[in-house]
């Protein structure tokens, strides 16, 4: 696979988000011994930047990621694992922020003990927890680079201000947001689900153009679900869906937002098609050519579509390939 950097050290220019082997989607799929192997198996195809957190399936994802890495393949992957949202089925959407400095280190040592590792290459704070001061929380966070138990720090779905203000502190290695054909809101474009980002950005507004900012920073840009929730691979054609998958529940997934929302689909295949490709591998190398610096983390828990995914590194879209692609619908709904 063809590589990028990532703090200096190069890692597979397709990354693998690990999310839905634990949580959030299909868990009637869930197998761990299936998501074991595919782990390892993304490794000897170059997937090599993996993503997970503390909150997805509330520590079982990374216990799996752990265990995946056991034996010998801990070295060849670069770890990222998030602090800041924690289980909490009494809360809206079945989780809560903390971002308390001593939540922040007792949670790391959690990770290090599921992960099974002693060093995280790349910890983010996974969500702006808006009663903690954020210059506190990444104080914190720095504390554990300094202690040798966190190489990289990272943030989630910030703004541009926020990013900026903490660089100020401490580097920020990394930026995750949500990016895809379907949702732009990290490259600056108008509209975006405000809500999802902190309580600094009003309603109606967006976080800046967190893409530029990373790239003028030396920071990578890393896309989560750059498949819009697999709906870009024109797979998903129906809303039924698994009463435990979230997006049965989401806007844009709702069966009339699903229905006009195909358009976008019908130009990501049309684009797939002149390239003997995939939708799947379209999408994702959109990702891929908004800058060296964009590390995308599709997710799976399918061998098939592990391989598919890791192929999207080798799609070189044209300059109509990319006119074609920005050119697609405004989709119908907010993005949660």
């Not at 998030?82 to 990770?111: N, Q, Y």
């Not at 943030?155 to 054909?181: G, M, N, R």
């Not at 902190?198 to 750059?226: Q, T």
Request: with cysteine; hydrophobic share 40%; proline share 5%.
């Amino acid at each position: 696979m063809r590589s990028r950097t990532f703090a200096g050290t190069p890692v597979g220019a397709v990354g693998l988000g690990c999310m839905g082997m634990s949580w959030a989607y299909t868990t009637s799929e869930r197998d761990d011994d299936v998501s074991i192997a595919l782990i390892r198996e993304a490794l000897d195809l170059g997937v090599t930047f993996l993503d997970t957190a503390q909150v997805y399936g509330d520590g079982h994802n990374e216990a799996l990621v752990g265990r995946a890495l056991a034996g010998g393949h801990r070295e060849r992957a670069v770890l990222a694992t998030k602090t800041g949202l924690l289980v909490d089925r009494d809360a809206p959407g079945g989780m809560r922020r903390d971002a308390r400095p001593e939540f922040v280190k007792s949670s790391a040592e959690e990770s290090l003990r599921r992960l099974d590792t002693d060093v995280i290459d790349l910890y983010y704070l996974h969500r702006v927890d808006p009663g903690v001061p954020i210059a506190e929380t990444w104080g914190a966070m720095a504390d554990l680079v300094a202690e040798g138990k966190v190489r990289h720090l990272g943030l989630s779905e910030v703004t541009v201000a926020q990013a900026e203000d903490l660089h100020a502190l401490h580097p920020v290695a990394a930026i995750q947001s949500e990016l895809s054909l379907w949702t732009r809101d990290a490259m600056g474009a108008p509209g975006g689900s405000a809500g999802a980002f902190s309580g600094d950005v009003s309603a109606g507004e967006g976080p800046g153009d967190v893409v530029g900012w990373c790239a003028a920073n030396g920071a990578a840009f890393v896309p989560f679900s750059p498949l819009g929730r697999g709906f870009l691979t024109g797979t998903v054609t129906s809303a039924d869906f698994e009463r435990t998958d979230f997006r049965g529940a989401n806007p844009r997934f709702q069966e009339e937002a699903l229905k006009a929302n195909l358009r976008i689909v019908d130009v990501v295949k049309e684009v797939a098609a002149r390239h003997g490709a995939t939708p799947a591998q379209v999408a994702i190398a959109w990702t891929l050519a908004q800058g060296a610096h964009v590390l995308p983390i599709p997710g799976t828990k399918k061998p098939r579509y592990l391989r598919e995914n890791a192929g999207a590194a080798a799609l070189d879209l044209t300059e109509a390939d990319l006119a074609q692609l920005d050119g697609i619908p405004a989709p119908v709904g907010s993005r949660y």
